[in-house]
């Protein structure tokens, strides 16, 4: 049973520029939420995705944005990047009747230079 | 005050010995407590989680929530030094967003 994947594993880009990050969910799972973790925190909610629609977002600006498609897999595009944005970025999939329970992915850390 | 406080450590103790790693939290409407272990540069891995008060048992792993005190905790009997790691304690807010505590790091030395 293949859990939670991300692609890619890592990614260096430059201050402005766009990027695209990938999640496929775990088999059978319906829901995927992503987060944003920077170092020696703990993750903080970035959205959520149930039925190709964001079903709640968490305190992250309109330059963050997602995507899910019709087989539960997920894009999180992020524009007009600062070096804030510098972090692990993970996936977690879930299904909606327990989203308490959600698995995460191996993430993909972002460094904007 | 955040929704999660848990104290970031570092906690080091002798392979063998009993570990407790604690969280408190503010928000009386939480119902599912989770923990979860993060090895560097790793996915978090969900370990167990807990609804409502009580106890819950898995293995070496023993996760309790007072609700009357607002207090999760985590015990590891036997510890060892794959146990190693951070230790994330995390709540649900309305069955969508998890929201997490900073983190306990833990080393176990052999």
């Known amino acids: 049973d293949a859990g939670v994947t991300q692609s890619p594993t890592h990614l260096i880009k430059t201050r402005g520029q766009q990027v695209t990050l990938r999640c496929s969910p775990k088999s059978g799972h319906d829901t995927v939420s992503w987060y944003q973790q920077a170092l020696g925190q703990g993750p903080q909610f970035i959205f959520q995705y149930y039925e190709e629609e964001e079903r709640q977002r968490g305190n992250f600006p309109d330059r963050f944005s997602g995507h899910q498609f019709p087989n539960y897999s997920s894009e999180l595009n992020v524009n007009a990047l600062l070096l804030g944005d510098s972090a692990l970025y993970l996936c977690?999939?879930?299904?909606?009747?327990?989203?308490?329970?959600?698995?995460f992915g191996p993430g993909t850390r972002l460094t904007v230079t | 005050q955040k929704e999660v406080e848990q104290d970031p450590g570092p906690l080091s103790v002798p392979e063998g010995a009993i570990v407790s790693l604690n969280c408190t939290y503010s928000?009386?409407?939480?119902?599912?407590f989770m923990w979860y272990r993060q090895y560097s540069r790793k996915g978090p891995e969900l370990l167990m989680y807990?609804?409502?008060?009580g106890n819950k048992e898995d293995g070496r792993f023993t996760a309790q929530v007072d609700k009357s005190s607002k207090y999760i905790s985590l015990f590891i009997r036997d510890s060892q030094p794959s146990d190693s790691a951070t230790y994330l304690c995390?709540?649900?807010?309305?069955?969508?967003?998890?929201?997490f505590g900073k983190g306990t790091t833990l080393s176990v030395s052999s």
């Open positions: 807990t609804y409502s008060s």
């Open positions: 995390a709540t649900d807010q309305a069955g969508t967003a998890l929201i």
């Open positions: 928000n009386s409407a939480f119902q599912y």
């Open positions: 977690a999939s879930s299904l909606t009747s327990a989203s308490y329970e959600q698995y």
